[in-house]
């Protein structure tokens, strides 16, 4: 019959239970990674039905390694087909969390025989953070610890009873459990240390064929194989990771840490199933110090149940006598005062209501700080692959990626699939496996050995590469294959948009290199080509940087001023070279005919403006594309910066102004508010922003814009901008905001040399110039390559290709790069 304390507080425990496993799903998004993971197996079993399940026994039951029960998923497809709403991957979570937190209330009356502790008990494991965060998400240890709360309450009803009625029923829950998930594999060895304590007595009667029995096990896992493969399996299966003992206190919960630890000598010197819970709770404690899945939450339920104990017997009553005690000796101001307080039976009871409103409020905290969902910040990205990807297409991404791809896209990735995929719907791989397949993707990232990563590929059929911004700022991956991809051949990239870029991997692309090596020229233009072949890849042209490795617009300048050298010298390795950039351009531009730009790339109007400039009068195959891509960004007052952008930006603005003028798809209304934007802006001393770089980049744009259509307006605001320039330069010509050496590159004192050509200020022109040639060092440009094209654009500006061509030679060979 119900207690008072039963019908009040067990229904809102349930309750609040319920409500805190809420908690991580209230954006309504799946909290963790492992929920994308599970979400995509219901999904696929709804739509697949039970016969694509796995019919290899051991996996069916959660031994092999990196296999899974199917009970959970076969359940929740079966309510996802009653109800196909996304709604039940949040609703499910809670209910079967809640069931749990039932399931243990039950056993731990059984426990303790007494409804108030099994209150306080089932509250101080309910609202643990690590028993919320396995029993409110989307996995299937949260149904599992539903079964394990049962499984608990009928093995202490069978010792307790020895009634055979119950170790049927028991065994009955162990059958379903074992098909739901592995942690029926710590049920056992949590029970194996309850009924040793129940049967100490008869062990220690026949000791010796207890330790007989346990020769004869080890002698069975090393000499049969299934045994010796099935526990090697789940041992490797356990993330094995030093545990700090502040994860204890933030993970177990303060109040049941200490308390239960404290309650250890207390339950040792209790009954048989007592003592089996104190060897439980430190031999799961110890063994957590190395893999947190006996730790969380494993070891918190006998924990819960010894804090109780201790605290109603030895804590709660004694709570006024040890305040009393501890303020007694307290002396000075307020003294009186604070003895006089902390001596009421009410103070003490206040200090056990905190205590008991700690665990909840530890527990509130866990589920809204320690569960947080993986960042899904590119769904732009996830639908692409939906809309123009084969269902069957495997994708490399990085392996915790491998759980939003496959619950986004529902496509295969490398490591997850292999780990958890090949398991559940075929033969579970091997621990071994699983790791060669997680090292094989490390090496596919990071390995500049490329026949080794095309290899690796094609035996993984990976059709895709996908990498995000987060994942590209890891080392190994940024320095492997996201630095070469970019400009192989063997990579298309096909989408971008400044935070995830996927490239289609092409096993046998049309395009091969035939010159891999360096042109090696001798003759007049010697410092120049020299410098220029140091940065072939065997691809393209390629600054010594951490920028994006493609360098579109640079290699565009190549084809143009390679051009121009065969016209010069007519040797043929110039023109080879440029007829291999030109078809190397057209196979990499992206379908919508942009050449992206940036880490992580973007599809930039101004980049693809960049690149099309020196090829507007070659004869280019992506030309067309590149151009109505250029005409769909230009709006009525402002160029687009991004296929997204709705604004525009002043300094863009200015650069793209001559370039649609140049490539003649400049419409009159756009020139004439850009340009009136553009000259408001300008400050009366002539800069834009007080700033140099910025007054340089727009002052520049505004000068080729006025050679290209003669602008008396434009001309007056070059010549401001030229004089306020002049007051940035000492008397040598370096800019006093060089407030160390070489804090500009050269570049920009070319285009300051090109304002000035413009502006008509021919001694600050003289000047500028002289001052590159004094202090150009190559070897200081932290863009080198992109410092001497953007030089040899604004000198062809300035003077026309041909003196460019030899300014440049000249420079270089005054000031070499070093030799590599």
Not at 188 to 201: D, G, K, R
Not at 294 to 300: E, G, K, L
Not at 386 to 392: G, H, K, L
């Amino acid at each position: 019959m119900k207690t008072r304390a039963e019908k009040r507080y067990l229904p809102l425990l349930l309750v609040a239970s319920f409500i805190i496993r809420l908690i991580p799903h209230r954006t309504l998004l799946l909290a963790t990674y492992d929920e994308y993971l599970h979400r995509d197996i219901t999904l696929r079993l709804a739509e697949q039905g039970l016969s694509a399940i796995s019919k290899d026994i051991p996996s069916l039951l959660g031994l092999r390694a990196y296999s899974y029960p199917p009970l959970f998923h076969i359940i929740g497809a079966a309510v996802y087909k009653l109800f196909p709403s996304d709604y039940i991957f949040f609703i499910l979570p809670p209910i079967y969390g809640t069931i749990a937190v039932f399931g243990f209330y039950l056993a731990f009356k059984e426990l303790m025989e007494d409804r108030k502790r099994a209150l306080l008990a089932t509250a101080l494991l309910a609202f643990a953070p690590n028993f919320i965060y396995r029993t409110g998400l989307y996995i299937p240890e949260n149904l599992g610890l539903a079964m394990f709360s049962f499984s608990l309450l009928f093995l202490i009803k069978f010792l307790k009873t020895r009634r055979l009625k119950y170790l049927i029923i028991l065994g009955v829950l162990l059958g379903v459990y074992m098909l739901t998930h592995r942690g029926w594999i710590f049920f056992m060895m949590a029970a194996a240390l309850i009924v040793f304590s129940y049967l100490w007595p008869t062990v220690k009667r026949n000791l010796h064929y207890f330790l007989a029995l346990l020769v004869l096990a080890y002698i069975a896992y090393l000499q049969v194989e299934f045994i010796n493969s099935l526990v090697a399996d789940f041992f490797l299966r356990l993330q094995k990771t030093e545990v700090s003992f502040l994860g204890y206190f933030k993970w177990i919960g303060i109040i049941q840490l200490v308390f239960g630890a404290l309650g250890t000598k207390y339950y040792l010197e209790k009954d048989p199933i007592r003592r089996g819970f104190a060897l439980w709770a430190w031999a799961f404690m110890l063994a957590g110090g190395i893999s947190f899945r006996f730790r969380d939450p494993y070891a918190t339920i006998p924990l819960a149940a010894m804090a109780t104990d201790f605290l109603m017997d030895e804590v709660f009553p004694r709570m006024a006598l040890l305040l009393r005690e501890s303020f007694e000796d307290v002396r000075g101001f307020g003294a009186g005062w604070i003895r006089k307080v902390t001596a009421k039976k009410s103070f003490a009871t206040a200090v056990i209501i905190l205590m008991l409103f700690v665990p909840f409020a530890q527990g509130t905290y866990g589920a809204l700080k320690y569960i947080n969902p993986p960042t899904i910040s590119d769904k732009e990205a996830y639908q692409w692959v939906i809309d123009n990807t084969p269902e069957n297409a495997t994708i490399l991404v990085w392996w915790d990626m491998g759980y939003l791809i496959i619950g986004n896209t529902h496509r295969k990735d490398v490591v997850i699939w292999k780990k958890v995929y090949q398991g559940f719907f075929g033969e579970a791989p091997t621990a071994m496996e699983a790791s060669q397949a997680y090292n094989d993707h490390v090496v596919m990232f990071s390995s500049n050995q490329r026949e080794r990563v095309y290899f690796l590929m094609k035996k993984y059929n990976v059709s895709y590469i996908f990498v995000d911004k987060t994942r590209l700022s890891y080392g190994l991956i940024k320095y492997g294959l996201m630095e070469y991809a970019p400009y192989d051949t063997h990579f298309k990239l096909e989408f971008c948009n400044g935070n995830a870029q996927i490239y289609r991997f092409i096993p046998e692309p049309e395009l091969k290199p035939v010159d891999p090596f360096p042109l090696n020229y001798t003759g007049t233009y010697e410092p120049l080509v020299n410098f220029l072949e140091k940065f072939w890849t065997g691809y393209n042209y390629a600054d010594f940087d951490d920028r994006y490795k493609a360098y579109f617009n640079l290699n565009a300048w190549m084809v143009e001023l390679y051009t121009r050298l065969y016209e010069k010298t007519g040797d043929e390795a110039f023109k080879e070279r440029t007829d291999w950039l030109l078809q190397w351009l057209s196979y990499k531009q992206m379908d919508n005919g942009a050449f992206p730009w940036g880490v992580p790339p973007n599809d930039f109007t101004l980049y693809t403006a960049y690149t099309l400039e020196p090829l507007r009068d070659i004869n280019f195959d992506g030309k067309e594309k590149s151009i109505e891509l250029l005409e769909s960004r230009e709006m009525e007052d402002y160029f687009m910066t991004t296929p997204k952008d709705e604004k525009g930006s002043l300094v863009v603005n200015a650069m793209l102004l001559p370039l649609y003028k140049e490539l003649g798809i400049l419409n009159e209304t756009t020139e004439k508010n850009v340009l009136e934007e553009i000259l408001k802006e300008q400050k009366r001393g002539g800069s834009w922003n007080d700033n140099v770089g910025t007054t340089v980049a727009i002052a520049s744009g505004l000068a080729r814009y006025y050679q290209l259509t003669g602008n008396e307006t434009v001309l007056e605001s070059i010549k401001k901008a030229a004089e306020w320039l002049r007051d940035q330069q000492e008397e040598s010509g370096k800019l006093k905001a060089e407030k160390f050496e070489y804090a500009y590159s050269r570049a920009t004192y070319a285009q300051m040399a090109y304002i000035y050509h413009v502006a008509g200020f021919t001694e600050d022109e003289n000047r500028t110039i002289q001052f590159i040639f004094n202090t150009f060092d190559p070897n200081r440009e932290v863009h080198p390559l992109d410092a001497v094209l953007t030089m040899y654009r604004h000198f062809s500006y300035a003077y026309g290709w041909n003196k460019a061509i030899g300014m440049l030679n000249e420079l270089l060979e005054l000031h070499s790069l070093i030799e590599i």
